[in-house]
């Protein structure tokens, strides 16, 4: 079975079990690329955590991924690392397995997510996908105006 779209992954979760994409299908999904020790994390957790609440009963969620590859800013493990977001930030959207976002070691779902373009910079690198599980938009790790992102996931739901 060749990709077709987001809902054909199969990735690990925190507690480093099976989780298919698929659970998600027909939602809009916000795929974001976290680290606990990043600069940028105490302003965009809660920001991630705002947009879980004011559209998650519509068919959206938020999608974190650890990912240790900028700068050591992820050191922990993924279930430490849930455990830490939900009592630092109450966090209510599911952060998975830890992954490899750039290099040899990529995962198959962020070299779907970025195909052709620029690889991953930098940690809260956001995509955006539709109910359909295709690639919307992506935002960079410094595009956090919440009017912009509120704006293209209403003409996605």
Not at 68 to 76: D, I, L, M, R, S
């Amino acid at each position: 079975m060749s990709i077709q779209c987001l809902f054909d992954f199969i990735v690990m979760d925190a507690q480093d079990q099976l989780y298919p994409l698929s659970k998600h299908k027909g939602s809009v999904t916000l795929i974001v690329n976290v680290a606990s020790l990043c600069g940028l994390t105490d302003s965009t957790y809660p920001k991630l955590q705002a947009l879980q609440t004011k559209f998650g009963s519509r068919g959206f969620t938020v999608l974190a991924f650890p990912c240790n590859q900028f700068g050591g800013q992820e050191p922990g493990t993924a279930c430490a690392i849930n455990d830490w977001a939900v009592k630092q930030f109450k966090s209510t959207f599911p952060i998975l397995g830890k992954v490899f976002v750039k290099g040899p070691k990529q995962v198959d779902l962020y070299r779907f997510l970025v195909g052709d373009s620029m690889a991953v910079q930098w940690n809260f690198t956001k995509f955006l996908c539709g109910r359909d599980g295709r690639l919307i938009k992506r935002f960079e790790p410094m595009d956090m105006d919440m009017s912009v992102l509120e704006r293209e996931i209403e003409k996605a739901l």
